[in-house]
């Protein structure tokens, strides 16, 4: 996904109305009607697909993103949901102003184009990727996902609350398997959950665990 350029986010910030999200709201559900495009102004959000009966969790975004474009721009329902893990504030775009700024800010056109060829293939390959993941594989790469995504804290933790509770929800995975998995992880070294914060102790060992080759 490309992030807005300046010139895009002052245009957008003459259009909006600024919404607040708590954790675990939606920005918008998979299937719905778009009413338009969302921009978050700060906060974490994740990009969920259903298949097969099963939540996949596909992207995490934060500031800067703007999301919807496909489904407005391509006259589809929204084709993935979009769920606030962290307080968050997104300026909210309806259509017919989307369309205004489509029709008379060259950089908004240009960015819309990249955003909707890049936009759709990257999910459909990752959600072909992921249901086809081992529950190790997925939870590695949601964690390297996460540090590449927001970064970490002075002391190395990622800056949002991974407690066993979150990463089962966004895991979509049972508690027992979870529980595998984590201790496998820690019991490696790979990685440090405690007190609701995460440190990724041993990036390369999880980058080829995600990648499906044999870690030692």
């Known amino acids: 996904m490309v992030h807005c350029s300046t ?4 245009q957008l910030n003459t259009l909006r109305l600024t919404h607040s999200f708590q954790v675990g709201d939606y920005l918008f559900h998979e299937g719905t009607e778009a009413e338009g495009l969302f921009c978050i102004k700060n906060g974490k959000v994740l ?36 769920k606030a893990i962290s307080q968050v504030d997104a300026c909210f775009v309806s259509k017919s102003n989307a369309y205004k700024l489509l029709e008379t800010d060259p950089s908004f056109n240009k960015y819309v184009l990249l955003t909707l060829m ?37 002391n190395g933790t990622l800056p949002l609350s991974v407690s066993f509770k979150f990463l089962a929800t966004i895991t979509n995975l049972s508690d027992r398997t979870l529980h595998k998995v984590i201790d496998l992880f820690t019991g490696n070294d790979w990685l440090k959950l405690e007190y609701g914060k995460a ?14 080759r044999l870690v030692g």
């Not at 990257?122 to 590695?140: F, M, N, P, W």
Request: aromatic share 6%; glycine share 6%.
């Open 47 to 82: 990009i969920e697909k259903t298949r097969n009966q099963k939540v996949h969790p596909l992207r995490f975004l934060k500031q800067g993103y703007l999301l919807g474009m496909p489904a407005v721009f391509g006259h589809h329902k929204h084709f993935h949901a979009a």
């Open 118 to 154: 890049q936009e759709m293939e990257e999910l459909e390959s990752r959600i072909t990727r992921i249901s086809e993941q081992t529950a190790e594989q997925r939870v590695a790469e949601l964690l390297l996902d996460m540090q590449d995504t927001y970064g970490v804290e002075e």
């Open 7 to 10: 010139q895009t986010l002052e």
């Open 199 to 212: 440190s990724l102790l041993n990036q390369l060992a999880l980058k080829q665990l995600a990648r499906g």
